[in-house]
C-alpha cells in the first residue's frame, strides 16, 4: 500500500475585505493538512517557505474594489479564506516539474504560508544564492531591489549632479533609490516618519539630509529650505500631500517616478491634486510604473547589485521577523511605518 506523507500546513487568510488601516482581527492563521503529493502527469510544485517578502501592495487586492486590479494579475483580488500569495524564497518538497528537483532552492510566489502547492511550477525560478544571505533573495535581490533600481534609472534618468527627493526614503525601495542617487553622483534628500530613521539615512546610508514629515506641518516650506535651488527628481513612493509639494518645488523639465502612493492606500479620502499649472508650466513629467514591466533588467540589476554589495557600496537594510504567526503584524506594521528596510518574515530556517 502506498503511504503519502502529509505535513500540517499553517497560513494567513484575511476574514473580510479590508477598507481602512488593516488590523489583527483581519487575519486568521488557518491549519490544513496537506499531502505531500501530486497529481501523476502534473507539473505542480509542493514547496516550503524559508522567507516572505512583506509588501504594500497587497492591500489593495484585500479590498472590495481596487482599481489596480485591471492592471496586472500581480493586483488580482484576495477573497477571504483563501491563501494569500507573496514573493520569496523556498525550497522544492516534492515536483513533478523537470526543471526542479526535491530540495533545490527556488524564489517566486510563493506565500503567507508554510508550504504552498504551486500549479505547473509557475512565477518559480531556481535560486543561486551567489553567496548571500537567502533572506536577501527576499529582499534586495526582489522586487523592492529592481523597482528601486529601475525605476530611478529608467523612469527618472538622473543626471550626475541632479537634486533628488526620495519619500518612504528608510523603506525597502526609498532607502535603495537614495543609495543609488548618491552612487550616481546626485544630492539626495530622503522623508521619513521618525527621527531614528532621519538619523540613519544620513549617518548610514549616507543621504546628504533627511526629515521626519511628521514633525513638519507645510510640506511645500519644507520642500523649499531642504531644495532652495529646487528638484529635478522626485521618486514618490507615498503620494498625498508629498507629491503636492514636491511638484510645487520641481524644476524644469523634473521628473516624478510614481512607484506608489502608500498614504493614499487606506485613506480612500485622500488623493493627491498636484497643481498642474505647476506641470504644465514647468514641463514636469509624471510617470507611473510597474516593476514587472522591466523584467527584462533581471539580470544586468543582480549582477550591478551583486557587485555593489560586494565592494560595500550598497548597505541592504532588512527587517526580519520569525515565523507564519508574524506575517499579519509584520504587514499591519508596514502602514505604522514599523519596518526600518525591506520588511521580511523568516517562516522556516534553511
Ligand atoms: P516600505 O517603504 O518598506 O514600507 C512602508 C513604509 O511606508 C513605512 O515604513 C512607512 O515609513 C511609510 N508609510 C506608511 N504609511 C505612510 C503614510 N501614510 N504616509 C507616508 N509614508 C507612509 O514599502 P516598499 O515595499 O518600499 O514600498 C514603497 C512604495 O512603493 C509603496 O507605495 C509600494 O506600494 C510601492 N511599490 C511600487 C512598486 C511598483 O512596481 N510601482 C513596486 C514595489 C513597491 P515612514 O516611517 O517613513 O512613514
Not at 57 to 71: E, F, G, L, P, V
Not at 227 to 233: C, K, L, R, S
Request: charged share 25%; aromatic share 10%.
Amino acid at each position: 500500500m502506498k503511504v503519502t506523507m502529509e505535513v500540517n500546513n499553517r497560513y494567513i487568510t484575511i476574514k473580510t475585505h479590508i477598507e481602512g488601516a488593516p488590523k489583527e482581527s483581519d487575519f486568521e492563521l488557518k491549519n490544513a493538512a496537506l499531502a505531500l503529493s501530486i497529481e501523476a502527469g502534473s507539473n505542480d510544485v509542493i514547496v516550503k517557505t524559508l522567507y516572505v517578502s512583506i509588501d504594500p501592495y497587497q492591500i489593495n487586492r484585500m479590498k472590495s474594489y481596487s482599481s489596480s486590479r485591471k492592471a496586472t494579475v500581480a493586483a488580482a483580488p484576495i477573497n477571504h479564506g483563501e491563501a494569500i500569495d507573496g514573493y520569496g524564497v523556498a525550497k522544492v518538497v516534492v515536483s513533478g516539474n523537470p526543471e526542479f528537483q526535491k530540495d533545490e532552492l527556488v524564489v517566486g510566489f510563493v506565500g503567507w504560508g508554510e508550504y504552498k502547492l504551486v500549479k505547473g511550477g509557475d512565477r518559480l525560478r531556481k535560486l543561486d544564492p551567489m553567496g548571500f544571505p537567502l533572506s536577501n533573495h527576499a529582499g534586495i535581490f526582489g522586487y523592492g531591489g529592481l523597482t528601486a533600481y529601475t525605476g530611478f534609472l529608467e523612469i527618472c534618468k538622473p543626471r550626475k549632479g541632479e537634486k533628488v527627493f526620495v519619500s518612504g526614503a528608510s523603506g525597502s525601495v526609498g532607502n535603495l533609490v537614495g543609495q543609488f542617487a548618491k552612487l550616481f553622483g546626485c544630492y539626495v534628500v530622503g522623508s521619513v516618519g521618525n527621527n531614528k530613521k532621519v538619523a540613519l539615512l544620513k549617518e548610514k546610508l549616507g543621504f546628504d539630509d533627511a526629515f521626519n514629515y511628521k514633525e513638519e506641518p507645510d510640506l511645500k516650506a519644507t520642500l523649499r529650505r531642504y531644495f532652495p535651488d529646487g528638484i529635478d527628481v522626485y521618486f514618490d513612493n507615498v503620494g498625498g500631500d508629498m507629491l503636492e509639494a514636491a511638484v510645487a518645488n520641481m524644476n524644469l523639465f523634473g521628473r516624478v517616478a510614481a512607484c506608489g502612493a502608500i498614504s493614499e492606500y487606506t485613506n480612500a479620502s485622500k488623493r493627491a491634486s498636484p497643481n498642474m499649472l505647476d506641470a504644465v508650466y514647468k514641463r514636469i513629467k509624471i510617470q507611473g510604473f510597474l516593476v514587472s514591466d522591466h523584467i527584462n533588467l533581471y539580470a544586468d540589476f543582480v549582477s550591478t547589485i551583486g557587485d555593489h554589495l560586494r565592494n560595500g557600496k550598497i548597505q541592504p537594510l532588512e527587517d526580519i521577523s520569525n515565523g507564519v504567526e508574524s506575517i499579519p503584524s509584520a504587514f499591519i506594521g508596514l502602514f505604522q511605518g514599523d519596518n526600518i528596510g525591506k520588511k521580511i518574515v523568516c517562516v522556516a530556517e534553511d
